[in-house]
């Protein structure tokens, strides 16, 4: 495999909507899925300096269709973001599909067919049509959101009723962790303490997060003498997959992202570009991992695959984001990039080294916890945060020395690793 672009390609423009729920969070109660889309897409070609007609093609991804109930999603959003009679395409990756689409995007940028993508991810995990209505909402249970998102795995193997993917993600990880590195339970729960307190502090310091409350605050409301006290509350945070706890874990929001993709030197004087340097895709079915729990071989594949292309080191990242649907799984795939010595994520955690104003600053704007998690929609959430950093406009939550490498890493429901490598133009 060659792995090679043949000329630089940039991102143009990157927006995104508040991630929370359709029916209650400020910013987008009343809204429909079409309108919270519509803003943005308007947010990344503005911040592009271009309308929807400037772009030759439209990818758009929606992972959870049983929410949105809108199939060909490109066609029925074309009025709405301005982009009828363009090329297009629905598309999914689960929770890597913003920046799967990214790839694509530049290899067709890279091929020589388009010179211009806009790329699209949305998804309401917490509300869906109501009735046949296309603007009207109704909540959904967790249960049928867990549900119709296993669907995504190999259905000859996972059970229809059950989530697996919270004890294959976290307790069984976790466990791992703890026999390979000699760690006590009691110090892995206090680790992930930290790590939840981290990123709490970045969602109360990112305005379009999903939970912008400190771990420190949501104590002191519900009248615990501290946050640890109510880290280990099993009213408030019991264990979900042993010994991994609730307030380790993704929380779930309706939300959208969007994304312009150009030929670097179509970048308008207007907007701020980064260079997509490089890229990697590695897909795999369960198990997801062999003996070592804490070790997965299509993240392995994806990180290397960009690395090479992109020709950075680990040491070259000054910002890095793993998917943290499991805070202790996101750890792990920092570790095996290299951006934390292995075994060394809990005291990093607990030395506050992965927080905006560390050494080793981790996903900024709250991860999966508190910035929420809109499946379709999340790679984009993720990718913006690291543009904004990497321009210095992250405002109070800004890592003070401005990344020159930005490094994305996503899993699609733990299977389609992609790991995105973003540097100054």
């Known amino acids: 495999m060659r792995n090679r672009l043949r000329e630089r390609i940039a991102i143009a423009g990157v927006g995104c909507s508040r991630f929370g ?9 009343g809204l429909s899925i079409q309108e919270m889309t ?28 049983h929410s949105s109930q809108l199939p060909a999603t490109y066609s029925q959003l074309s009025k709405w973001i301005g982009t009828e009679l363009r090329s297009g395409v629905h598309f999914e990756a689960q929770c890597s599909t913003t920046n799967v689409g990214a790839a694509m995007a530049a290899m067709a940028i890279a091929s020589g067919v388009h010179d211009k993508v806009l790329v699209v991810g949305l998804e309401t ?43 294959t993600y976290n307790g069984i990880v976790a466990l791992g962790y703890c026999r390979k590195y000699g760690i006590g339970i009691d110090d892995f729960d206090r680790g992930m303490f930290e790590v939840c307190r981290t990123r709490r502090l970045h969602g109360s310091m990112t305005p379009k997060a999903n939970i912008q409350e400190t771990l420190e605050d949501e104590a002191r409301r519900k009248g615990y003498a501290d946050a640890f006290e109510l880290w280990r509350s099993d009213k408030d945070n019991p264990f979900v997959a042993w010994p991994s706890r609730l307030k380790s874990l993704v929380t779930t929001a309706d939300g959208a992202s969007a994304m312009v993709v150009t030929r670097a030197e179509l970048a308008g004087a207007r907007s701020q570009p980064v260079e997509l340097k490089g890229f990697g895709i590695c897909y ?27 020709g950075i080191k680990p040491a070259d990242i000054g910002y890095l984001h793993t998917h943290d649907c499991s805070h202790i799984s996101g750890l792990c795939t920092a570790e095996l990039i290299g951006y934390i010595e292995p075994g ?10 992965l927080r905006f104003d560390g050494d080793r600053p981790m996903s900024t704007h709250g991860g999966r916890h508190a910035f929420g998690h809109a499946w379709a929609a999340s790679a984009g959430s993720d990718t913006y945060e690291a543009v904004t950093q990497m321009r210095g406009a992250a405002g109070a939550r800004q890592i003070p020395k401005r990344p020159d490498i930005a490094v994305i890493h996503t899993h699609g429901y733990a299977m389609v690793g992609t790991t995105l490598v973003l540097g100054g133009l």
């Open 344 to 353: 060394k994520s809990l005291a990093y955690a607990r030395d506050g080294r």
């Open 125 to 167: 995990t917490r509300t869906r049509v109501k009735d046949l209505s296309p603007y009207e909402r109704e909540p959904i249970s967790h249960q049928m959101t867990w549900l119709w998102t296993d669907m995504a795995v190999n259905q000859a193997y996972q059970v229809p009723q059950g989530y697996d993917i919270f004890s």
């Open 284 to 310: 795999r079915d369960l198990p997801w991992y062999d003996e070592d729990p804490t070790y997965w071989e299509g993240d392995r594949r994806s990180v290397d695959q960009a690395l090479d292309m992109s």
């Open 38 to 65: 519509a803003a943005a897409v308007k947010e990344a070609l503005d911040d592009a300096g271009m309308s929807g007609q400037d772009v030759d093609a439209v990818y758009v991804g929606n992972a959870m269709v």
């Open 21 to 29: 729920d359709l029916l209650e969070t400020p910013e987008l109660k």
